[in-house]
């Protein structure tokens, strides 16, 4: 079956722009993660989706940071007047999740699509 | 503070020799723990896992991790190493029945001849 997906693969874009990133999970997988990963740096987590609901926006960096999940499915990542230090790559990744109790674990391990390299002018 | 740290930015080891790389964890209570593996170009690819049980967790590729408790470490092994395992190395925690996984900034890992 097809992996996580993301678009596009690289973005070059202006100081002030505006961009889009988009990420197509797996087919039935219903948590959703945003990562940004800078150069020489680990993954900086972003934002979760349960569905088409975000329960943690802690990471998102600025209020510039928006992102949203249409249903249950793909997400988008929107990055609002870009600047330079934005710049990095972004990561999506989608797992499987179950309950908590019962004996179920939760969270399931996450499967990473390549990622989108943005680079701000 | 929940963290990670993966103490060697770098590392350089021969082929057919063995490897280890480190991995301590800061966290509240026993989190869920993984090493993922990003190659050149390539998404990060999931080694191994550890969520309970055995402390000792065999991956694919012929890796290895070790859970220790009293050390809060999770360090992976292999015993030959191949060119084809060089890459960067990343060492996660994730809590049990959340979502939040922290990420170590990474080992990256250079084979020689």
């Known amino acids: 079956g097809a992996g996580v997906s993301q678009s596009p693969s690289n973005k070059v874009t202006e100081k002030g722009k505006d961009v889009e990133l988009r990420c197509d999970p797996i087919?039935?997988?219903?948590?959703l993660y945003w990562y940004r990963q800078s150069l020489g740096q680990g993954l900086e987590f972003l934002i979760y989706?349960?569905?088409?609901?975000?329960?943690?926006k802690s990471g998102l960096p600025s209020d510039r940071f928006s992102a949203e999940r249409t249903g249950g499915s793909v997400s988008t990542l929107t990055i609002q007047r870009t600047q330079q230090e934005d710049s990095a790559v972004y990561l999506c990744?989608?797992?499987?999740?179950?309950?908590?109790?019962?004996?179920?674990?939760?969270?399931?391990?996450?499967?990473f699509g390549p990622g989108t390299r943005l680079t701000v002018l | 503070a929940q963290s990670v740290t993966q103490p060697d930015i770098h590392i350089t080891v021969s082929e057919g020799a063995s490897l280890e790389l480190r991995c301590n964890y800061s966290?509240?209570?026993?989190?869920?723990l993984f090493w993922y593996v990003q190659s050149p170009g390539q998404g990060l690819q999931l080694l191994l896992k550890?969520?309970?049980?055995?402390?000792l967790v065999q991956g694919i590729k012929g890796f290895e991790a070790e859970f220790k408790r009293s050390q809060s470490s999770f360090n992976l092994r292999k015993p030959s190493v191949h060119w084809s395992d060089a890459a960067e190395y990343f060492c996660?925690?994730?809590?049990?029945?959340?979502?939040?996984?922290?990420f170590g900034a990474g080992t990256r890992l250079f084979v020689k001849a």
């Open positions: 990744a989608s797992s499987l999740y179950t309950p908590v109790g019962s004996g179920s674990i939760g969270t399931d391990t996450q499967y």
């Open positions: 087919s039935g997988h219903t948590a």
């Open positions: 989706f349960q569905g088409n609901s975000a329960p943690d």
């Open positions: 966290y509240g209570a026993t989190p869920y």
């Open positions: 550890y969520f309970s049980g055995d402390t």
């Open positions: 996660a925690v994730g809590p049990r029945g959340g979502f939040k996984t922290i």
